[in-house]
């Protein structure tokens, strides 16, 4: 039997390399997916976001980082939140964000600082776990919590390590 959880990790040495990913990933969504990312400030979420957004047929350009609001909302191929929740004091006040409002539709949902709100995502989840290196090394800790989750990161990583074998970032 296929494990439930699946557990994987990759590095990326330039922030070109970690927005690839992000693209990859991008492109095999199909729209329900919730994706939380955890790491430290400046480890890469938001430019990990911005290759998410190519890679549903936005661009870069409109990812940003947090002002005082905490959810953006785009249309690309798919409805797209991006929750960033830098700014929130407590799980309490992300209840009150509506949050789960998000989780049963049709959209892609990713939430920088997931690990500030991790009660109110649903049990089967992406969480990639991002952790500074060096200057410009990240290590990305992805687990895959369900089988959806399961196949979509087998068929993000397959996709990543072709393009690697064939020279690209
Ligand atoms: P976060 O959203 O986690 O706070 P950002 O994506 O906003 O982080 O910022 C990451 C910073 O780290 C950027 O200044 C980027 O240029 C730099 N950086 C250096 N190496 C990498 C890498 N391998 N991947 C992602 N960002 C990197
Ligand atoms: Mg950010």
């Given amino acids: 039997m ?9 590095m990326t040495k330039s922030p070109k390399e970690t927005q690839h990913l992000g693209t990859l990933l991008g492109n095999g969504l199909n729209g329900g997916e919730v994706i ?3 790491g430290d400030l400046g480890s890469g979420k938001t ?11 936005l661009s870069a350009q409109e990812i940003s980082s ?5 959810i953006h909302e785009h249309k690309g191929r798919k409805r797209f ?5 830098y700014r929130l004091e407590q799980v309490e006040a992300a209840e009150s964000l509506g949050l789960v409002d998000y989780f049963d539709g049709e959209g892609v949902t990713v939430i920088e600082w997931a690990e500030r709100a991790l009660t109110l995502l649903p049990s089967e989840k992406l969480l990639i776990e991002f952790k500074i290196q060096s200057k410009d090394e990240r290590t990305l800790q992805i687990e895959a919590l369900g089988e959806s989750y399961h196949s979509l990161v087998d068929r993000w990583v397959r996709r990543y390590q072709s393009g690697r074998n064939q020279g690209n970032p």
């Avoid at 947090?66 to 905490?70: H, R, V, Y």
Wanted: charge should be positive; hydrophobic fraction near 50%.
């Fill in 2 to 10: 296929v494990s439930a959880v699946g557990k994987k990790n990759l």
């Fill in 81 to 85: 939140a991006h929750v960033d929740l």
């Fill in 66 to 70: 947090p002002t005082f609001t905490l």
């Fill in 36 to 38: 939380g990312l955890i």
């Fill in 47 to 57: 430019c990990f976001v911005q290759g998410l957004a190519i890679g549903l047929g």
